[in-house]
């Protein structure tokens, strides 16, 4: 999970897109109904749409999903809506979040495993429709529920809530989990985004655990003064947001705070 300003994204929008997406928008708060909604969505103007503001980005929000941090390891990059468009699996009633389908507050850049459901032997995971509230009673149905949406709690993890990047923890073999000290309700935040994100998916837990060994590396080459300069900078690499797997580089850190070096390192997260 990496935390994503938002003030960086805006930055770029310009006011062509802003205006098709209102445009997008509009026709879809003019259809007669669900079925009509559901149509204009699927139309290849809609997905023009969401890959025009994928182009956008910069480039630094292109790396690596928003959601695993992982790059060429679990495929493409989509735009993920983060309240989902067309259903709601925690409200069978719900026809989804189909209002925001055109708001750039609502997109997350997240790789297939993290964005579509997979069912494997070891471990089963994926977004889809999933998106559990914490107040479920305060859930938004339409558009005019405004306010609704304001007060709905997501149980999940956001990239753009600032509080929830450093929620999550790896143990030693890479596998995800709250971290030390996390009270109940963000356990359950975090225990939901493992399996809504696939984050204990086999090749990215194994990804994670060459993490560690490399960190635990080039901490020894540190401790041991055999190669120092060239360990923090290799370390300094592994943290930045940029990098792979960085929330896990700053994870396997964190117990060697002993260390000056590594102190100063972490003092950048």
Same mark, same amino acid.
């Given at each position: ?70 790059? $060429? @390891? ?8 983060? /309240?989902?468009? *067309? #259903?709601?699996?925690? !409200?069978?009633? +719900? ?99 493992? $399996? @809504? ?8 837990? /194994?990804?994670? *655990? #060459?993490?560690?060994? !490399?960190?635990? +590396? ?52």
């Amino acid at each position: 999970m990496r935390w994503i300003c938002k003030d960086d994204i805006e930055e770029r929008i310009t006011q062509a897109w802003r205006t098709k997406s209102a445009q997008a928008k509009a026709a879809l708060i003019a259809a007669p109904d669900a079925s009509a909604r559901k149509k204009i969505l699927k139309q290849l103007a809609s997905s023009d749409v969401w890959r025009e503001f994928y182009e956008t980005l910069p480039e630094n929000l292109k790396k690596k999903c928003w959601y695993c941090e992982a790059d $060429d @390891i679990r495929g493409d990059m989509p735009i993920d809506h983060f /309240r989902p468009k *067309n #259903k709601v699996q925690e !409200e069978p009633l +719900h026809d989804g979040y189909w209002w925001l389908a055109f708001e750039w507050t609502n997109y997350r850049c997240a790789c297939t495993f993290c964005n579509s459901r997979r069912n494997f032997d070891e471990t089963q995971g994926g977004k889809a429709c999933r998106f559990p509230l914490k107040n479920p009673e305060s859930r938004a149905f339409k558009p005019e529920d405004e306010a609704l949406l304001i007060e709905e709690l997501p149980d999940f993890l956001d990239p753009f809530n600032p509080d929830d990047e450093k929620l999550l923890w790896f143990d030693s073999d890479g596998l995800p989990q709250p971290k030390p000290g996390a009270n109940e309700d963000q356990k359950q935040k975090v225990e939901n985004s493992i $399996d @809504i994100f696939h984050l204990h998916e086999t090749r990215i837990t /194994r990804a994670r *655990n #060459k993490i560690r060994i !490399e960190v635990d +590396h080039q901490v020894r080459k540190i401790r041991n003064g055999d190669g120092a300069h060239e360990a923090k900078l290799a370390l300094r690499r592994m943290i930045r947001d940029t990098e792979k797997l960085s929330r896990a580089a700053v994870v396997y850190l964190s117990p060697h705070r002993d260390l000056h070096e590594i102190e100063e390192i972490l003092k950048i997260d």
